[in-house]
């Protein structure tokens, strides 16, 4: 815990990565498979989501929460090795500059925590630092977006699922219930130009480095991903659009395999604005794999096309798309094929995408992404379910289903309840035992005004784990959180 805390100073000392992130398409995967174009899939609106600031100015704000938290089973063993009590004590402060042509935004938060758990027992320590940091400009020809963070988080302590696929990668190490710290940095820009010109630029760089310390599970290991992509626009006339885009991924894992891995695609497509309200995407190209296990030692080179084919339509309630797509990957070609349809509904909105992929094995997946949301006079229902399948960091097929639901009532002007589910499954798609792993959890909670500046929040947590094979386990928690925001500026 000695490493936690030296690098805790080194945050608080002002010490930031740089980050830029992308999200994948369902059925599709940014490290192994390459794919020419990606489906727009407009995603319900999260509850209590900030949408950003429109005032001008400065704003910077402290928050402060101080947690007693009481798990049965916290590391979900079968048999439970006991119960493990502790307090928490989380400090942050956020800051948010805004003109009307940029944005600056800057948040840093660290925790102190004691606890005392079965087998370790007492202990205390500053831990779980993290910061971000994010710049964006736009001026009349151009734009410029930067963003960086830097978390660390003990994982005996964190096993939340909503941090699924933070690298945009299907992967065992997702569901995972182990020991130690995970670190995680990204780093990453874009910088659009000549947005009014006849031709026009587009440069973006990813870094995402991931490392465990003193984790006993074969699934997690170091990974350091390095993505660059530059793209070409050229407005033949106001209705039509070609690109060209060179994208080159750099990928190295600490695994047993020791895997290196070199990915290039070369694609060429247009835009075509049929109507006013229509819309067409074109897009093919080649890409090629250069992959090395330097543990065994084997060098592989694979090659295929890529390709896509999207429209979408704009309708007086919402809008509706088409997609089919081929992607390539270590295993080989992969081809998705997905409808779409969004609706803005009197009360809230309903969104989905459904398809199959047909996989490099022959097998067929049945892909989805679904969100709906439903806003009432003194309460919100969110409900999602995505369904999709690609190939992990390990070159194993893997399909993954994730579900939630929310709801979110509000008694009065001073309280409110909250409750909380959420499941996520995994197993391998291609040859093979399936390799399945489910997690679920459900949580319920009150929070209450007690005064103009403080809140209190009491909660119950039900989480429950089941693989194949033994190992089946679940926990209950209770907590009691007090908590409060300063505003320091304005």
């Known amino acids: 815990m000695g490493t936690s805390r030296n690098r805790l100073s080194f945050v608080l000392a002002g010490g930031v990565a740089c980050t830029l992130t992308f999200a994948p398409a369902i059925g599709q995967q940014t490290t192994t498979q390459q794919t020419a174009a990606q489906p727009p899939v407009p995603p319900a609106p999260a509850v209590g989501t900030s949408v950003g600031r429109s005032a001008t100015g400065l704003t910077v704000t402290l928050d402060y929460a101080t947690t007693l938290r009481y798990d049965e089973n916290l590391g979900l063993e079968d048999p439970s090795l006991g119960s493990t009590s502790r307090w928490e004590n989380t400090l942050g402060i956020g800051v948010v500059n805004q003109t009307p042509n940029s944005q600056l935004t800057f948040d840093l938060s660290g925790l102190y925590r004691y606890a005392d758990q079965p087998v370790v027992g007492s202990e205390a320590d500053f831990t779980d630092p993290s910061v971000r940091l994010s710049y964006s400009r736009a001026a009349a020809n151009s734009q410029f977006n930067i963003r960086g963070e830097y978390r660390e988080r003990d994982l005996n302590f964190n096993q939340s699922l909503n941090d699924l696929n933070q690298d945009g990668v299907i992967d065992a190490a997702d569901l995972a219930v182990d020991r130690g710290t995970r670190t995680t940095s990204r780093v990453g820009m874009t910088w659009q130009t000549g947005i009014n010109d006849p031709l026009g630029f587009i440069f973006s760089y990813d870094r995402f480095d991931q490392q465990f310390q003193n984790t006993t599970d074969p699934n997690l290991f170091d990974t350091l991903r390095n ?262 500026k304005p």
């Open 227 to 488: 993505s660059y992509s530059l793209t070409s626009l050229l407005r033949i006339s106001p209705v039509l659009t070609g690109n060209v885009t060179l994208r080159y991924v750099d990928y190295s894992a600490k695994d047993t395999a020791r895997t290196d891995r070199q990915t290039t695609t070369l694609t060429t497509g247009i835009t075509y604005e049929v109507s006013p309200v229509t819309t067409v995407n074109a897009a093919i190209g080649y890409s090629q794999i250069d992959e090395t296990l330097r543990a065994i030692p084997l060098d592989t080179d694979d090659e295929g096309f890529v390709a896509s084919f999207s429209w979408m339509k704009t309708l007086p309630n919402g809008t509706a798309t088409a997609v089919i797509d081929r992607t390539f990957g270590t295993n080989g070609d992969r081809t998705s094929a997905q409808i779409g349809r969004t609706y803005t509904l009197q009360n809230g909105s309903f969104g989905f995408n459904a398809g199959i992929s047909h996989g490099p094995f022959g097998e067929n997946t049945p892909i989805a992404d679904i969100n709906y949301t439903y806003t009432m006079n003194a309460s919100q229902f969110t409900a999602s379910l995505r369904r999709r399948v690609g190939t992990s960091n390990q070159n194993v097929e893997t399909r993954e289903t994730v579900a939630r639901l929310g709801y979110d009532y509000s008694i009065n002007a001073l309280s409110s309840l909250s409750f909380r589910a959420n499941f996520a499954e995994q197993e391998n798609a291609g040859n093979g035992p399936s390799n399945r792993r489910q997690r679920t959890d459900f949580s319920a909670s009150y929070t209450r005004a007690i005064t103009q500046d403080w809140n209190m929040t009491v909660g119950y947590l039900h989480r429950f784990k089941n693989d194949a094979g033994p190992g089946d386990a679940d926990g209950n928690s209770v907590f009691l959180t007090l908590g409060r925001q300063f505003t320091l």
